[in-house]
């Protein structure tokens, strides 16, 4: 097999990045004040959706992904990327005790009764992935490209391993960048707000991070966190979070989890239903409309899922800019960022902590799936996200935090849809 080098295209200003010869990160286009939203997602083609029969993501989808494809053509071979990814994944192993597995969908008869739900209902399990939530796969993706650059012998990656990693997180997308960081042996550099939780920082310190408590000042807008990872991004950090506009590799690593999800509900024969899905930063949602869509256009579903974002009444700007983007004006939306998306003004809370993120930095990307699926964006009330954790609890075997049975809440607070539904338990109970 061969294949041509994949390029990301801005989809805020049009430019087009050849991956072997520039960082699919931010858009070089980017300039501060131009009030674009730049953000970085894979050329499409022709669709494809060839998975493969292995039980790690990174094999079975491997034809989806452009570092795969990059490798094929800068002449590498797919035992090559094979060792690439096997390698990686046996330091996993010993540094978290587990590797990346197509994680289980199963359907959760007690929880849908308990919610009242005549169809079936759904859970995607992503609890036990590596370092206990999905965020690592996005992190996997970037990790990857890196060792294909060195392993094709690429102009690219001559000084790259001097250059520190770089995240801004409150828990789980730090500790996967932590746990992907060090089975890769590259240093890691994270941004963590005051109040995050001591068991968090102490598994980091494990880990060998570098950590940075970013206190809120008086006045600011945006994340403290978010601000100081940019900083040292400029200052020659390479960009090893999840939100998109940073490194639009991150969201193409999430789209495996889109992938498997395509592939159950087709092998069950469901017709797709509606997929609940929580929304902080965004990178989740925004990966699983961009990986349903390609497997859509290749066939692979009859139709879109329903998209239904959930952000808490807390912080929810997400659903401040779909109130304000039409579908006519979101092509416009690209253009005129700060009309529809800026920080959230006051300090947010909500049970669901992990999903408060002052923006929602990959809204476009969720805003063109909810559209085009007729979905909506729910804000659940505070109660209704503790209700979604407490029957998580109790009513399946999943040991999943509040914040990763948010989107449980986008049901629980709105009328029940038609047909089936599916849920994500996005991250580990700690």
């Keep these: 097999m061969t294949s041509s080098v994949p390029h990301f295209v801005c989809h805020g200003c049009g430019a087009r990045v050849a991956i072997d010869v520039a960082l699919p990160f931010g858009c070089p286009n980017a ?11 894979p050329e499409e083609g022709d669709a494809v959706f060839a998975p493969g029969s292995e039980d790690d993501p990174f094999l079975r989808y491997r034809a989806m992904l452009s570092p795969y494809r990059l490798a094929r053509a800068k002449g590498l071979s797919d035992g090559a990327w094979a060792e690439i ?12 005790g587990r590797g990346f597995r197509v994680t289980p969908m199963t359907r959760e008869a007690a929880l849908a009764q308990a919610v009242g739900l005549d169809s079936p209902l759904f859970v995607k399990d992503e609890t036990h992935n590596v370092s206990g939530s999905h965020k690592a796969r996005h992190l996997m993706g970037v990790m990857l490209y890196l060792r294909v650059l060195d392993a094709a012998r690429l102009p690219l990656a001559e000084g790259l391993r001097t250059r520190k990693l770089a995240i801004a997180s409150c828990g789980n997308a730090a ?11 590259w240093p890691l550099d994270v941004f963590i ?11 980091l310190k494990d880990l060998g991070a570098d950590i940075t408590v970013c206190d809120r000042k008086a006045g600011e807008t945006g994340d403290p966190c978010v601000t100081a990872f940019r900083a040292a991004v ?5 960009p090893f979070g999840v939100q998109g506009p940073d490194n639009g590799l991150a969201i193409e690593g999430g789209r495996t989890l889109g992938f498997e999800i395509a592939e159950t509900l087709a092998a069950a024969g469901s017709e797709p239903g509606t997929l609940y899905v929580q929304v902080g930063g965004g990178a989740l ?16 579903l009859a139709r879109m899922p329903r998209i239904v974002a959930l952000q808490t009444e807390g912080c929810a700007p997400l659903a401040r800019a ?22 959230w003004e006051s300090v947010p809370h909500s049970l669901a902590h992990g999903i408060l993120d002052d923006e929602t930095y990959d809204w476009l990307e969720i805003l063109k799936g909810v559209r085009t699926s007729g979905g909506a964006v729910v804000v659940a009330p ?15 075997a999943i040991a999943a935090s509040a914040t990763g049975t948010a989107g449980l809440a986008g049901l629980l607070s709105g009328p029940l849809p038609p047909g089936p539904v599916t849920v994500l338990f996005s991250g580990i109970d700690r």
């Design 31 to 41: 300039k501060d004040g131009d009030d674009i939203d730049h953000l970085l997602v």
């Design 85 to 96: 990814v096997g390698a990686l994944d046996q330091n996993l192993i010993a540094v978290d």
């Design 175 to 185: 500790l996967a960048a932590a746990v992907v960081a060090r089975a890769a042996a």
């Design 193 to 203: 707000p005051p109040d995050a939780s001591p068991a968090v920082v102490a598994r």
């Design 234 to 238: 400029r200052d020659g950090a390479l």
């Design 285 to 300: 949602a925004s990966a699983l409309a961009q990986g349903l869509f390609q497997a859509l256009a290749a066939g692979r």
């Design 322 to 343: 779909f109130g304000k983007a039409t579908d006519i004006a979101l092509d416009a939306a690209a253009k005129h960022r700060t009309n529809y998306m800026w920080a």
């Design 382 to 396: 505070e109660s209704a996200v503790e209700r979604a954790y407490d029957l998580g609890k109790r009513h399946t």
